[in-house]
């Protein structure tokens, strides 16, 4: 079977323990955590896990199944990159000097529209947006000037179908 890149949605109750017993079923299958994110969706009280994962469709499929048995899951979803809007975001450290001896340096900030966040004496630190592809090629290309710190987010998207998952939170809303 074909393996593909898969985000995994999965919006619960925010209950204690939850992480645990989804990251459970992807330990048992096997299946490598590639990011992710858990945040407050638009609905108050319910979360929203987005989990990236590579693996084939009916695999993915099984998955989304075991997780939406939990009870505090209201329901789960996965989707190609294709089917996604999505983001990530990184933060580099990188010593001060390089910032103004190095002009390379200036360029690749340009080129990929990465912002300085903060710049002091001894480092200065870059944000950068945007997708896997954007945030590794700006990492390949700081690489040979020495990074101090590297930190990525996990994914964050919205699917770019129309999801029937606002009824069924509005509905869980008006039931709590």
Known sequence: MEKNRYTVSVYSENNVGLLNRISGIFLKRHINIESLNVS??????VSKFTVVIFTDH???RKIV????KQIEVIKAYFHLDDETIYQESVLFKIDSSLLFDERNIQNIIKDCNATIVTVSRDFFVLAKTGRKFEVDEMYDKLKPFGIMQFVRSGRI????????????????????
């Open 157 to 176: 998207a919205v699917t770019k179908a129309e999801m029937p998952i606002s009824v069924l939170l509005a509905e869980f809303k008006e039931n709590k």
């Open 40 to 45: 407050k969706s638009e609905i108050e009280n």
């Open 65 to 68: 199944g075991q997780i939406e």
């Open 58 to 60: 009916e695999t993915a």
